[in-house]
């Protein structure tokens, strides 16, 4: 048989693993950041009337534009927002991959805020966009000063700012953001993939688009949703920079049957948000309880929570799956991070964490580790 070495693959791709959390089916999947809360079936039901009409005009290519999906999500965002403001795809990985696309490539860099989302540096080297790894503050925040600093002496062409933060959960000020528009003439773009799971009324960066139209702002259906596996993600910004975007999609990218399925979706945003409170509040009770079982959670403003003084994390990752319970070792010494569920899953991963105790010291099955190592 063929080995991968026999290929003529591109120099820079040699060595290097596919990427993705592992796909386990057990009970309490609490790894990848999800909405655990199942789509309410009178919405599915309106979904699938969607997709059923939708279905009858396959024969044709679907609206290039993806005009109506457009309008919903500005409607959706408010903030003035309007069609021409709003570019979409499949899944915000593949609005920012379109983004380096249009404004990074060979010669052009992107400067992320490690530890950030494991996608940047992925979409960078897919792109041949050269990745510079910036740093944070203490306990993962990211002052203006410190954020300013670093986009002035790296020059990067463009800016991916993770607010809040994957993994670590950390809001990001409004004042950071500003202060590294200003210090750049590139790209500046803010990732909100958990927007809807901060505190009311707290500041988006929606609000800082006029007048800055090299800043962007990206969203997903994927996460607060509850439509991950529709894979819808989008962002706005000024009409000029969404019409960038359109010299690197590849025609037609949204099918006429994901298009139907997300306006479908959005015209029932009350439903589709309903749980967010309560995720909200299952969040804030992980962030309560670690505490009392010897751990440190950190601030978060998403769905999830990343916290440390975890002795030896492949040990306790392996123990919790052992019982049945997934979460994500995001490769932080000393550190695991979990998504808040609904409150059963929520007492499932807390009743087991206590169980295994701080070394995670329960005989793990083999296997685990395994799965465990494609997160990087
Ligand atoms: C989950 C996530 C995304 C990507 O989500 P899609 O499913 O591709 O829309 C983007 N950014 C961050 C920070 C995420 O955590």
């Given at each position: 048989m063929t080995s991968l070495d026999d290929l003529p693959l591109r120099s820079d791709l040699r060595g290097l693993s596919p990427y993705g959390a592992p796909q386990k089916r057990v009970p309490v999947a609490l790894n990848v950041n999800e909405n655990s809360h199942p789509i309410p079936e009178p919405v599915a039901h309106d979904i699938v009337a969607s997709l059923a009409r939708a279905v009858l005009s396959l024969n044709r290519y679907p609206d290039r534009e993806f005009t109506g999906l457009r309008g919903a999500l500005a409607q959706y965002l408010g903030?003035?927002?309007?069609?021409?403001?709003i570019w979409a795809a499949n899944g915000s990985n593949e609005v920012l991959q379109q983004v380096l696309q249009a404004f990074g490539g060979p010669g052009r860099s992107l400067l992320g805020f490690v530890?950030?989302?494991?996608m940047y540096p992925i979409l960078a080297s897919g792109t041949g966009t050269r990745w510079i790894a910036g740093t944070r503050d203490a306990d993962f925040e990211l002052s203006p000063a410190t954020a300013a600093e670093q986009v002035r002496r790296a020059k990067a062409d463009i800016v991916f700012l993770c607010a809040p933060n994957n993994p670590t959960g950390t809001p990001l000020s409004l004042e950071t953001i500003t202060a590294v528009y200003d210090a750049t003439d590139g790209i500046v773009i803010v990732?909100?993939?958990?927007?809807?799971?901060?505190?009311?009324?707290a500041p988006t960066a929606?609000?800082?688009?006029?007048?800055?139209?090299?800043l962007a702002v990206s969203r997903t259906m994927s996460k607060a949703f509850a439509?991950?596996?529709?894979r819808v993600g989008y962002l706005a910004a000024d009409p000029v920079f969404t019409d960038a975007l359109r010299l690197v999609r590849l025609p037609y990218h949204l099918s006429a049957l994901t298009q139907a399925a997300a306006v479908a979706a959005l015209a029932h945003t009350a439903e589709m948000l309903a749980m967010v409170d309560d995720i909200r509040g299952q969040r804030d009770r992980i962030e309560q309880e670690l505490p009392g079982l010897g751990y440190r959670p950190y601030r978060s403003g998403s769905n999830f929570v990343l916290f440390g003084g975890v002795d030896d994390p492949q040990a306790t990752f392996e123990a919790l799956l052992a019982e049945g319970v997934l979460i994500r070792?995001?490769?932080?010494?000393g550190h695991l991070r979990v998504s808040a569920g609904t409150e059963a899953e929520t007492s499932a991963f807390l009743g087991a964490l206590a169980r295994v105790g701080r070394a995670g010291s329960v005989a793990a099955p083999g296997g685990a580790g395994e799965a465990n190592k494609l997160v990087p």
């Open positions: 903030h003035g927002l309007r069609a021409e403001n530890p950030t989302y494991s990732d909100e993939a958990y927007a809807e799971f901060a505190p009311d009324g929606l609000t800082l688009l006029p007048g800055r139209p090299r439509f991950a596996g529709a070792d995001v490769g932080i010494p």
